[in-house]
């Protein structure tokens, strides 16, 4: 029968005075035991519960009785770390339920300053109106002959599709910039003339 080898000790056994625990009332001496096991890796609490069921020198019912202790201090270890981890938990819940917040608000400030009116839309209507359907007799030159405020495809190039945008920068620079010319350009592009 071939055995496995025994796994390498990756825990520290930590060491303490035992002279420190005579002259101490019993209170006293529990207290410092209760200190110094919660010192003590939760691997060197099990290894003091195997020394204290083996110690040949005490009875029965003291062996278990000191095992049992060690068997306390190993649930006090178990606990303290299961509130740690509680309490990391509540803060990071706190930090999600904050950040969480946070995009809420931005989402709904900016929700709101997208539904604001603008002067392309229509007020009555949720939805842009083509150029061709607002002014009379379906004439983009009537814009400019009418004084009504030029359609925003016209005052900024990026409003409408590019090959408008490209030809009302373009009569700007070739034909001197004026309304009628870019009006031109458009009705020859097919927009609405």
């Known amino acids: 029968m071939t055995f ?3 796994p390498v000790r990756k825990w520290r ?24 096991d919660l010192a003590k890796p939760v691997e ?19 062996n278990v009785a000191g095992a049992q202790k060690r068997v306390a201090s190993l649930m006090a270890q178990v606990a303290l770390s299961n509130d740690r981890v509680a309490s990391r938990m509540l803060y990071l819940t706190i930090a999600i339920a904050v950040m ?5 608000i931005y989402t709904i400030l900016m929700w709101q300053q997208n539904n604001k009116p603008n002067q392309a839309v229509n007020s009555t209507t949720t ?3 083509p150029p061709a359907m607002q002014v009379p007799n379906g004439s983009v030159r ?22 408008v945008g490209r030809l009302a920068g373009e009569s700007a620079g070739v034909l001197g910039g004026g309304p009628l ?5 458009a009705c020859q592009a097919g927009f609405g003339c």
Do not use: M
């Open 4 to 6: 496995n080898p025994d």
């Open 13 to 36: 056994n930590k060491s303490f005075d035992e002279s420190k625990l005579t002259g101490l009332s019993r209170r006293e001496k529990s207290a410092l035991e209760t200190d110094r």
């Open 44 to 62: 060197q609490l099990v290894c003091d519960v195997h020394e204290e069921t083996h110690d040949p020198n005490r009875t029965e019912i003291q």
């Open 100 to 104: 969480t917040l946070v995009i809420l």
């Open 127 to 129: 939805r842009v109106t």
């Open 142 to 163: 009537a814009y400019v002959q009418n004084g009504l405020p030029a359609p925003p495809w016209l005052r900024e190039p990026s409003a409408h599709p590019e090959p």
């Open 181 to 185: 010319e870019a009006l031109e350009l």
